[in-house]
């Protein structure tokens, strides 16, 4: 499976100090580029000199380890665990074959999927203002968005993604390790 974009982002439960990414970054912009990465530093509205929301972006993996070594930095300077509410990682991937669906045409589907796709959700209503779900789009491309409050990797999404197409598409019951 090929990783066409993927973004990585930290949403902070408590406001996160924005000197401490300004000193990382070395950089005192709140959108600005390093190692062919997007960076976007949401501000708090709140708490001025506060982050809400970090979020890095690339063109295929490069966002994984940028976000990374951010992440080691980060967690000799403070305790994560006080100021993460969640992890969130998203990807889009070519698929290596197309997969036929057997969607009635009376069947409504979500977006711009219209009789050429399909989405699944751990969350009701496609609900994303939650610390934990999986959301998983399937047409030309696969689209995955998951956040937890525990810190997951971009393989690790990969490989449950692969997995699943595995069980929707060719009736695989069972998942590998």
């Not at 006080?82 to 197309?98: C, D, G, P, Q, R």
Request: glycine residues 2%.
């Amino acid at each position: 499976m090929e990783v066409i974009r993927s973004l990585n982002a930290i949403l902070f439960s408590r406001s996160f100090p924005i000197s401490f990414l300004r000193e990382y970054f070395n950089n005192t912009s709140n959108v600005f580029n390093i190692d062919d990465c997007n960076v976007i530093i949401e501000e708090d509205e709140r708490v001025p000199s506060f982050v809400k929301v970090i979020e890095i972006s690339s063109e295929g993996k490069k966002s994984q380890e940028t976000f990374e070594k951010l992440l080691r930095w980060m967690s000799l300077k403070t305790r994560l665990d006080e100021f993460v509410w969640a992890y969130h990682v998203e990807f889009t991937s070519k698929l290596e074959k197309s997969y036929p669906l057997s969607v009635p045409s009376t069947l409504p589907l979500v977006g711009n999927l219209m009789l050429k796709g399909i989405i699944l959700s751990n969350v009701k209503d496609l609900d994303m203002h939650q610390r934990e779900f999986s959301i998983v789009q399937i047409d030309n491309e696969l689209k995955v968005i998951k956040r937890t409050k525990k810190y997951i990797g971009l393989s690790k999404i990969e490989k449950e993604a692969e997995n699943l197409i595995n069980i929707v598409f060719n009736g695989e019951t069972s998942i590998p390790n």
